[in-house]
């Protein structure tokens, strides 16, 4: 079964990366709106939320078992990763035209960012959305091992997640930079509510666990990061909503995500010889007319490079 509000999540978050890299990291100066947008960097945690309870919920209906551990990593990486690859090059090309030494290419670098490594290394990321992605890979990884055993006995599932909510601790003390130990409960909330769903654990239980995970949530990351997982997991709870504008920003919020930036960087460059930016009233226009231009660039992305990977992803990942 679809669940469209997935979609309406998808939607709103990247908007708010969107709104926070094109509006509130410096660029428009000091605003309410600026101020207002810079909660546009909490988009990240509502994506967490949705992985964390659409991945178990997408294994459950395929009776996943270990046995597809392969085929489930080769599908997301068949899925995921030719969009991932192809916003790299496009990142780095660019940025090497203009001079720019920090994105200077780099065999060791680019091999790094393909295998999600960066977080463990010294260097930065090309583009600094791509953090999440080294997060989410790590998720599918844990989750494909650990799915078979999530149904098997609630009290012992429960403790487990509970001790995996704690492991920010354990990602401080091995001094790993970013890391999915340092945003377990964005993630973990998503499973408990995929568990109530399947009917694994009472309203009850659900409740009460939610309760302490988020505050958990609260402990590892913020109040505001806090209420945004909350926002997420009381839509996918409650809400029933389908609209063809959601539909449409769910279907194209993974390019949208991996292509706004350099979108912005591009955009940025070539008008800077025409346009005053020294007016606030034109860094405004700008990021008004650039945010649907984004949307349409993104557009076009999905159709010439995601879209073909996840029909490979369909019609490869069987015969793994």
């Known amino acids: 079964m679809y669940i469209h509000t997935i979609d309406f999540l998808r939607g709103i978050a990247a ?13 428009l100066g000091e605003s309410v709106i600026v101020t207002v947008s810079a909660y546009g960097q909490n988009g990240v945690i509502i994506f967490f939320v949705i992985s964390g309870f659409i991945i178990p919920y997408a294994l459950s209906k395929k009776n996943y078992s270990l046995n597809n551990f392969k085929e489930f990593i080769v599908r997301r990486l068949l899925r995921l990763n030719p969009p991932y690859y192809i916003s790299v090059f496009l990142t780095i090309f660019p940025t090497i035209m203009f001079h720019n030494q920090e994105y200077s290419f780099s065999l060791y670098k680019i091999l790094l960012h393909f295998t999600y490594l960066v977080p463990f290394t010294n260097i930065t990321w090309y583009n600094n959305v791509y953090w999440t992605l080294a997060i989410e890979f790590q998720y599918y990884l844990i989750i494909g091992l ?7 006995n609630k009290y012992i599932t429960m403790f487990v997640l509970m001790v995996i909510c704690f492991s920010n601790n354990l990602g401080f003390y091995l001094k790993i930079p970013i890391s999915i130990l340092n945003f377990t409960t964005p993630f973990v909330l998503g499973i408990v509510l995929f568990l109530y769903k399947i009917k694994f654990i009472s309203l ?27 926002f997420a997991y009381l839509c996918i709870f409650f809400v029933k909503f389908r609209s063809n504008i959601t539909d449409f920003l769910g279907k194209i919020s993974y390019s949208l995500y991996l292509t706004h930036t350099y979108f912005f960087h591009i955009c940025y460059v070539l008008s800077e010889q025409i ?3 020294s007016y606030p009233l034109a860094k405004y226009l700008f990021v008004v007319f650039l945010i649907p231009l984004s949307i349409l660039f993104a557009y076009a992305f999905y159709k010439l490079v995601e879209e073909p990977s996840i029909n490979l992803s369909k019609s490869l990942a069987n015969n793994v």
């Open 204 to 230: 009850k239980e659900t409740i009460l666990n939610s309760i302490v995970i988020l505050f958990l949530c609260k402990q590892q990351l913020s109040g505001t990061r806090m209420l945004f997982a909350l």
């Open 15 to 27: 908007l708010m990366v969107v709104l926070v890299h094109f509006a509130g990291t410096g660029f």
């Open 146 to 152: 650990l799915y078979p055993f999530l149904t098997k």
């Open 275 to 277: 346009i005053d930016f």
